[in-house]
């Protein structure tokens, strides 16, 4: 009898293969490796976006949050304003009432504003300047031969900006007639 030899070679397909087939088959290969690479980057560009994109809207919603609720609470900071103007000085002057009345009303005003300072809220008041359409409203046009045309004249209405957002316009009377700026 003899001896089987237990350790019989197994098939070797690669080493069968001719070099062509296997140089094709590495390319083939590589090229799925680098086309799962570009997947891949991109996949991470697409996430790193969608994370920054997450961040400014959060960022913006934060900061953005109180703009239905501050709209609506300028009326009482234009009812304040319209309150200090009726009361002539001389009224104030002859009348000790009418006095801390109108130093109440004021300093409520000075408070308000400065709790829409604190939360972003910026007056614009733009008497005197020139006209600008992003951040004024032209109510009518006054003659004004010595004032430059185009130039705001009276602020009936101050506007607010909440962040670098307008919040509501400036409500204007502007110059017409005068000389061309």
């Given at each position: 009898?003899?001896?089987?030899?237990?350790?019989?070679?197994?098939?070797?397909?690669?080493a069968a293969q001719p070099q062509d087939a296997q140089a094709e088959k590495i390319a083939t290969l590589e090229a799925e490796l680098a086309d799962s690479r570009d997947r891949l980057l991109r996949a991470l560009a697409e996430t790193e976006n969608?994370?920054?994109?997450?961040?400014?809207?959060?960022?913006?919603?934060a900061r953005y949050a109180i703009s239905r609720f501050a709209g609506d609470i300028l009326s009482v900071a234009d009812n304040l304003r319209r309150a200090l103007e009726s009361v002539p000085a001389s009224a104030a002057e002859g009348n000790e009432f009418i006095a801390k009345l109108t130093d109440g009303v004021g300093a409520t005003e000075r408070e308000l504003l400065k709790l829409f300072e604190k939360h972003g809220l910026k007056r614009v008041d733009p008497a005197g300047q020139v006209f600008d359409p992003n951040f004024h409203e032209v109510l009518y046009e006054v003659d004004s031969p010595d004032v430059t045309a185009g130039?705001?004249?009276?602020?009936?209405?101050?506007?607010?900006?909440?962040?670098?957002?307008l919040l509501r316009p400036a409500r204007v009377a502007v110059a017409k007639g005068g000389p061309l700026s």
């Open positions: 009898m003899t001896d089987i030899d237990n350790e019989t070679p197994l098939p070797q397909e690669d969608v994370r920054r994109r997450g961040e400014r809207e959060r960022d913006d919603t130039t705001v004249v009276q602020v009936l209405e101050a506007g607010y900006t909440i962040g670098d957002r």
